[in-house]
């Protein structure tokens, strides 16, 4: 079972920018996908971004083009999030996943970490 550890969460202003990690482990040759999902209160998950493990592909949600990159370190197993320009909106859990198929879907995602808080406030 694959097992995933996000950290770097916290509170920053409007504006401002956060850098989220997820450290992985365990990771299996079925792993064809990272990606980070984020749900806001009284609002269903939504697919932030995702990394293609292949190729290193990109994909980003349209709310977050731009101003979200997603990488990772194949060294270090671990996946990352560089959140800049931060808005309101942006506020809720960040979850790390892994899964088989690349998709903005949640349903394809097996392994999900326990989540990072990250508020912004204006």
């Known amino acids: 079972q694959v097992q995933l550890a996000e950290s770097g969460g916290g509170s920053v202003q409007t504006g401002g920018s956060l850098r989220l990690s997820c450290a992985a482990s365990r990771l299996t040759y079925s792993t064809a996908c990272m990606a980070w999902f984020r749900q806001a209160p009284g609002k269903e998950r939504e697919g932030v971004a995702r990394i293609y493990i292949g190729d290193d592909s990109t994909f980003y949600a349209d709310s977050v083009a731009g101003r979200f990159t997603i990488s990772r370190d194949n060294v270090k197993n671990t996946l990352y999030l560089q959140m800049n320009s931060l808005k309101h909106e942006d506020t809720g859990m960040y979850y790390c996943?892994?899964?088989?198929?690349?998709?903005?879907?949640?349903?394809?995602?097996?392994?999900w970490g326990q989540g990072t808080q990250v508020t912004v406030s204006s």
């Open positions: 996943a892994a899964g088989s198929v690349c998709s903005a879907s949640d349903k394809y995602f097996n392994s």
